[in-house]
Every structure is written in C-alpha cells, then in structure tokens.
C-alpha cells in the first residue's frame, strides 16, 4: 500500500454468492463482507431505498467499514422491494429470512445480528420479531424509517406545505421540499399500496417482541426520518441511543468521515457489551504498530 493512507476496503474480503429462497425458489444475489482481521459475529445488512430501490451494493461504504472496523462479516442481498413485490405478498421478508438463515448457518459459530438502514431498518426491526427467540443477538437500524406511516404523514406536510398541529408551530425541525418528499413517497407506496398498509406494518414493529438488544443510531438533522418517525423506537426498543449532531440522512448510507462524529465506535462498545467480548482492534491498526517496532 506503500505511503497510501489505508482504506476500510483494504482490510475486506469480498464474495459474490446466490441464496436460494427455499419457500418459493427465488434466487436472491448477495455479497459477503468478510474482515481479514478476527471475526467476532455475522450480521445480514439491508439495505434502505425508499422501500423500492437499492441493492447489494447500495451501501458498500458501510458494509466495509462495519466489517473492517468492528470484526462482523456482513451479507447484503438484492431481496424483493417494492420494485417488483408488494408489502402483503410478504415476499421480501421471506427472501431475507432466507438469507438470514444462510449466514446463521455459514458462521453458526458466531453471534447473528441485523442492520438496517432507512427503509432497511423496518425490515430489520421486522425480521427480529419473526425469527424465532433467541436468534438474532443483536439489531442496529440506522437512520430507519420504522414507523413507515408517521412517514408518510410527515412527507404530506411537506408536500402541502401544511404544519401538524393547528396552533402554526412546525414541530418538523429539518423538511424535505414538495418535490422531494412527492418522490419519496411515490416509492413508499409502490411497496405499502395504501395508507391502512402503512399503519398496518408499523404496528408491526411497535413492540420488541423478542427483546433484542438495539442500537439505535440517527441524525440530528435528518429530513427523510424526522424525530417523530422514530420516537417509538427510543421508548420501546433502543437499548442505547446514539444522535449524531448536525447530520443528515447520509450517514445512513456512509459513516461521517470526521472520526468525531463516526458512529462505528459507537458500534465497537456496543458489540463488546453485548457479546461480551474483548475490544475489537482493526487490523491495519495491528499492522502499524508491528511496523513501528
């Protein structure tokens, strides 16, 4: 690497794979992230997109530094969104039940846990109350859109310009503008049809049924998932909650590069206090200090 500052992605393994739906054979294309240093868990990462877009690769930034950084070996996977299911055929939970279940038994000696991001982060909280007690040891959303109706109400407000309560007092500190949130929430309901779906599935994961400790990790400023879409979370699942100041909802798609503000250390201390294990040292940081003598 000669004098070039290392890179998360240095410190990565990368594998492209297939995971077979066994309910009702679909393929679903994944990419394994695996840490060249100690693996200390597995974790399946979903990936966020208005509930209708993304991919595998839609969140690589995080995915690698999660993986190099704090010893988890990631899979994403190309599941079925509203880009071509729906919310009631339950056909993207089945697919990342499946993939769910492929890592679980991969590295079935290593502690399982869910991440998600944006939207991923209700198919996140959803996945730990279907899988069986006991499985997923931890959950971190980032940044989740998990209560997607709250949502939706908060994106109408900003498409009519209208304010949630009728004194005039705008209790929404940061808003998307008209055009925007109308593009959000044209994606929102190609997956949620209709607004009884949309409070349907927040029901859903109002409650952490399976008490799995949480993470919790947002941004002060983020105008896609407003404190009000996320309050519940705070009450009812987050074991620990982290805010990051001034950001946005980027941060769900990449760590902030101003290591003062990163969140993967965060991450690091909450790993060790629910596995119970020694501090993880990435392996670049091993490295250096072998070249220093």
């Not at 839609?58 to 299911?85: M, Y």
């Not at 407003?226 to 950001?247: D, K, N």
Request: aromatic residues 8%; charged residues 20%; contains cysteine.
């Amino acid at each position: 690497m000669g004098n070039q500052p290392a890179k998360p992605g240095d410190y990565v393994n990368t594998e492209e794979i297939v995971v077979k739906n066994e309910r009702d054979g679909n393929k679903i294309p994944c990419k394994v992230w695996k840490p060249k240093g100690r693996i200390r868990a597995a974790a399946l990462f979903i990936h966020g997109g208005m509930f209708s877009n993304g991919d595998r690769e839609s969140h690589s930034l995080v995915a690698e530094s999660l993986a190099a950084q704090t010893g988890i070996v990631i899979i994403t996977a190309t599941f079925r969104d509203g880009s071509s299911t729906t919310y009631e055929t339950g056909k993207s939970i089945s697919d990342l039940i499946a993939v769910a279940e492929y890592l679980k038994k991969r590295y079935y000696n290593e502690p399982f846990g869910v991440i998600g991001s944006s939207s991923g982060g209700w198919f996140a909280l959803k996945l730990c109350n279907e899988m069986d007690y006991g499985q997923v040891k931890f959950c971190i959303p980032l940044c989740p859109v998990s209560h997607p109706h709250a949502r939706a109400v908060y994106l109408n407000h900003c498409i009519q310009g209208t304010t949630p309560l009728s004194s005039g007092k705008d209790l929404y500190y940061v808003r998307h503008s008209s055009a925007k949130a109308q593009e959000i929430l044209r994606s929102q309901l190609q997956f949620f049809v209709s607004y009884k779906e949309m409070a349907m599935a927040s029901e859903e994961v109002q409650e952490n049924i399976h008490k799995v400790p949480t993470l919790l990790i947002l941004g002060s400023a983020d105008a896609n998932v407003p404190a009000q879409v996320t309050q519940h979370l705070v009450e009812t699942w987050a074991s620990r909650t982290v805010i990051v100041g001034g950001a946005g909802h980027e941060i769900s798609n990449a760590p902030p590069a101003d290591f003062t503000q990163s969140y993967i250390p965060d991450v690091e201390r909450f790993l060790r206090s629910v596995l119970k294990d020694e501090p993880y040292e990435p392996l670049w940081k091993s490295e250096k200090r072998l070249a220093e003598g």
